[in-house]
């Protein structure tokens, strides 16, 4: 079965860090590009970051707003993809969730997700 | 990156039609054919219910389907079904930035 699985969710103080993971099962994780999207209570969807496959050289992307505090990374031995949280901000706080980007003709768009992990910042 | 403009609700009763409109630049929704649309309901993963503008996955109903006018998508949900009430986002690809979502909109089946 295809699941991504999130964990590393918590509380944590302003200022400090956090280090979430995904674990991937099910696929071939090093062709697909892997996302991290999250979502404020009450709020919608925002993109916050993105790995690239193998054949990208895994080469990260991220959102302004994490940009310099939010690191990517995978260990291909273990499936998993990491974000490394540095720096937190109270408007940090939400549900984070792992989302695979598709191949071939779903390339383009999200087609599996993570459950999700709550991360709280707050003092 | 600005967010996609999505209205904040939309209703309608058992068998009826609704439209999501998600309104964006030539920057994202207008440069692009790489429009998605994800149903979340309360407590749950997003789920793609249509990608590349019009395009269903295996699974989901052909109630649900997708366009595109210049900078604006929609996704049209025929024959309302009670299951259908939900949080639906849009969401484009723009480039380099590389992902913008919309704001979503919360369905009510009467």
């Known amino acids: 079965e295809v699941q991504l699985v999130e964990s590393g969710g918590g509380l944590v103080q302003p200022g400090g860090s956090l280090r979430l993971s995904c674990a991937a099962s099910g696929f071939t994780f090093s062709d697909h590009y892997m996302d991290w999207v999250r979502q404020a209570p009450g709020k919608g969807l925002e993109w916050v970051g993105r790995?690239?496959?193998?054949?990208?050289?895994?080469?990260?992307e991220y959102a302004a707003s994490v940009k310099g505090r939010f690191t990517t990374s995978r260990d291909g031995s273990k499936n998993s993809l990491y974000l490394q949280m540095n720096s937190l901000k109270t408007e940090d706080t939400a549900v984070y969730y792992c989302a695979r980007e598709g191949v071939g003709a779903m390339r383009l768009a999200f087609d599996i997700w993570g459950q999700g992990t709550m991360v709280t910042v707050s003092s | 990156q600005s967010a996609l403009t999505q209205p904040r609700s939309v209703s309608g009763s058992p068998g009826q039609s609704v439209t999501i409109s998600c309104t964006g630049t030539s920057s994202d929704v207008g440069g692009y054919n790489y429009v998605s649309w994800y149903q979340q309901h309360p407590g749950k993963a997003p789920k793609v219910m249509i990608y590349d503008v019009n395009k269903r996955p295996s699974g989901v109903p052909d109630r649900f389907s997708g366009s595109k006018s210049g900078n604006t998508a929609s996704l049209t949900i025929s024959g309302l079904q009670a299951e259908d009430e939900a949080d639906y986002y849009c969401c484009s690809y723009a480039g380099s930035y590389p992902w913008v979502f919309g704001g979503g909109t919360k369905l009510t089946v009467l």
């Open positions: 790995s690239r496959n193998k054949a990208n050289s895994y080469m990260t």
